[in-house]
């Protein structure tokens, strides 16, 4: 059994697992169906349960299964980190880091932050894929990546939160904005005004949703977009009002001609942010590095584009929690 638990059968069991159908593993790996077959029936035969319930639209995972597949993802990612770790942090060569975040911190954070972290250590290499916070959870849960940095609104299943902060909902606004000197403002302050907004789905667009609903709020934007850069550049150049969290733009927005006000409603401080990695797996040399950089970076201590101006920080801290 021990060379099934940590041999091709655990593979080819993870990839049927992911796909629910022998036939769709077949195609990912490349592999005949008859061996993924044999592997999958030789680990139920060692483990003397079924690992799988067969269905007639698929295979969906057992009691058993689901056990052994957080075992196996764990395992996998592991394996794969170890063979490129021997020899310390500091004689890496060629390690690769794969991280996921939601879409507002790859415009500006996680680049400055990944790019310092390389002045330090230039063998350590990374690749970022930006989705939902919901598909960036379920990268790290499943093992598909190493640490998420994502918002979210309420705890997490299957991941460890390495590091959690206050993230409220901020309006971005031009400082020449009629608005831009108030301390606080509301969501209806803003709707007599040009307002850009995300799309359905993102945390920021739930909380606006919700706190529209709860007040009778009708907000109608001028731009909806996926893109936070391109909401960004189009509140610079139009001087609509933009919503964002402070560590999304806190290196740019002020040298942009921008301020940020906090939001009077309770809704909009309900948001975190996180840094997410796989439950119960002890992570490799890099990875622990890059998460205690990360989270230094985000507190500010390290900061790699120099930090929010003190004058920037003191509006914010106006607002309880807003530091985030």
């Known amino acids: 059994m021990a060379l099934s638990?940590?041999?091709?059968?655990?593979?080819?069991?993870?990839?049927v697992a992911r796909t629910g159908s022998i036939s769709d593993a077949s195609a990912r790996l490349h592999v005949a169906v008859s061996a993924i077959s044999r592997q999958v029936a030789r680990l139920e035969s060692e483990l003397g349960v079924a690992l799988f319930e067969r269905r007639p639209?698929?295979?969906?995972?057992?009691?058993?299964?689901?056990?052994l597949l957080a075992y196996a993802q764990r395992s996998l990612l592991e394996a794969e980190h170890v063979m490129k770790e021997i020899g310390g942090l500091e004689t890496l060569h060629g390690s690769m880091i794969k991280v996921v975040s939601s879409e507002g911190f790859a415009a500006d954070f996680l680049p400055a932050a990944m790019a310092a972290f390389r002045i330090l250590y230039p063998g350590i290499d990374f690749t970022l894929s930006v989705m939902s916070p919901g598909a960036a959870t379920r990268q790290v849960r499943d093992g598909d990546a190493d640490l998420a940095l994502t918002f979210s609104l309420a705890p997490e299943k299957g991941v460890k939160v390495e590091h959690t902060e206050r993230a409220p909902v901020l309006a971005l606004l031009r400082a020449d904005h009629p608005l831009a000197a108030r301390a606080k403002v509301s969501l209806a302050d803003l709707q007599r005004y040009p307002l850009?907004?995300?799309e359905p789905g993102t945390t920021i667009?739930?909380?606006i949703d919700i706190t529209c609903v709860l007040e009778g709020i009708l907000l109608e934007p001028e731009l909806t977009c996926n893109n936070s850069g391109a909401m960004y550049r189009y509140a610079q150049k139009s001087g609509a009002i933009m919503f964002t969290g402070l560590l999304s733009v806190r290196d740019r927005y002020a040298g942009d001609g921008f301020v940020v006000?906090?939001?009077t409603h309770p809704q909009m401080r309900q948001r975190s942010i996180q840094v997410q990695t796989m439950a119960g797996r002890e992570l490799p040399p890099s990875v622990r590095a890059f998460r205690d950089f990360l989270i230094a970076e985000m507190?500010?201590?390290?900061?790699?584009?120099g930090g929010a101006p003190a004058t920037a920080r003191k509006r914010v801290s106006r607002n309880p929690g807003?530091?985030?």
């Open 57 to 67: 639209r698929g295979m969906a995972l057992s009691e058993a299964g689901e056990r």
């Open 196 to 198: 850009v907004l995300p």
């Open 261 to 263: 006000v906090p939001l």
């Open 5 to 15: 638990l940590h041999g091709i059968a655990l593979r080819y069991f993870v990839e």
């Open 322 to 324: 807003a530091a985030g």
């Open 299 to 305: 507190a500010g201590t390290k900061p790699a584009g």
């Open 205 to 207: 667009r739930q909380l």
